[in-house]
């Protein structure tokens, strides 16, 4: 596993075009590697922050393409004029 997971680095490497794929791979495999509990630990957060961070870029992209609605009218106070 630590074999392919250092093809694929020299081979992203080497032209510079490393693609999401590629490095939710090279860290899934940093993951799978891991028998330390406290750097397994941290190679699993780091993969999520991967995932997230390209969910959270898709949802940016969708809602650019959707025009804006307009905000819903509210009815009655608002939270800041309940608190005064």
């Not at 074999?3 to 510079?16: C, E, L, P, V, Y």
């Not at 940016?60 to 804006?68: D, Q």
């Amino acid at each position: 596993m630590a074999k392919r997971q250092a093809d694929m680095r020299s081979q992203t490497q080497g032209n510079g075009t490393a693609t999401f794929a590629d490095v939710l791979l090279a860290q899934a495999f940093d993951a799978l590697a891991e028998t330390d509990p406290v750097h397994l630990r941290a190679a699993l957060v780091r993969l999520a922050a991967t995932v997230v961070g390209r969910v959270e870029a898709l949802d940016e992209r969708a809602s650019e393409s959707v025009p804006a609605s307009p905000a819903p009218a509210v009815a009655g106070p608002t939270w800041l004029e309940v608190q005064s």
